[in-house]
Nanobody
């Protein structure tokens, strides 16, 4: 069973940047489309970005388009979410998820494997 581990969360000021990582050690990540999701207190989980297993396709939610970039290094079994120009409304627990040979997409139902989440707090 694919196990994903996120890292890179933390506290950042508005306008700042963070890069989240999503890594696995037991299986090769290259066969999995990786989605990035977030959940703020009292809100539903929201898909923010997804990158296909080949890395050839990435999709983004309108709320983060132009500020977030999904990428991956299959040689390192790691996917990344570069987050720029962060806003207080980006504050949430961020999760990565894996979908075996799936198309890039933002629906949580498409993903079978989930990491434990990492907290991102944007505040001055």
């Amino acid at each position: 069973q694919l196990q994903l581990v996120e890292s890179g969360g933390g506290l950042v000021q508005p306008g700042g940047s963070l890069t989240l990582s999503c890594a696995t050690s037991q299986y090769t990540l290259e066969y999995y489309t990786v989605g990035w999701f977030r959940q703020a207190p009292g809100k539903e989980r929201e898909g923010v970005a997804s990158i296909s297993h080949s890395g050839g396709t990435a999709v983004y939610a309108d709320t983060v388009k132009g500020r977030f970039t999904a990428s991956r290094d299959n040689g390192k079994n790691t996917a990344y979410l570069q987050m720029n120009n962060l806003k207080p409304e980006d504050t949430a627990v961020y999760y990565c998820a894996g979908d075996l040979f799936g198309d890039a997409g933002l629906s949580s139902h498409e993903y079978d494997y989930w990491g434990q989440g990492t907290q991102v707090t944007v505040s001055s």
